[in-house]
């Protein structure tokens, strides 16, 4: 990965493909990826767990998957998922 440079296009392919969908061989260089930062493996199961918010069949399991989703990532030493202002947000919502 040539991080002072930017993600290229594989770079990008890896992090934005979800895992089901990337070869062995893909699998295998992202999790080295993710192994060596853990910002950049944050950023990636947040992505995921979007993912299943997303995914939901119906608005009671679409309302479950995103507060679980806050509540995972709520306190993220990762500033770009926390989630303290959209948990507010989502509260007053209701």
Not at 20 to 38: F, G, M, R, V, Y
Not at 53 to 65: L, N
Not at 68 to 85: E, G, K
């Amino acid at each position: 990965m040539h991080l002072c440079s930017g993600p290229g296009r594989h770079e990008q392919r890896l992090l934005h493909t979800t895992p089901d969908k990337l070869k062995p061989t893909e699998q295998e260089e992202l999790n080295i990826w993710l192994a060596c930062d853990p910002h950049l493996e944050r950023l990636y199961y947040a992505l995921q767990d979007m993912r299943m918010v997303y995914a939901a069949q119906t608005k009671e399991a679409g309302k479950k998957a995103l507060q679980r989703w806050i509540n995972d990532y709520l306190t993220s030493p990762t500033a770009a998922v926390r989630t303290r202002s959209l948990s507010n947000d989502f509260t007053a919502a209701r």
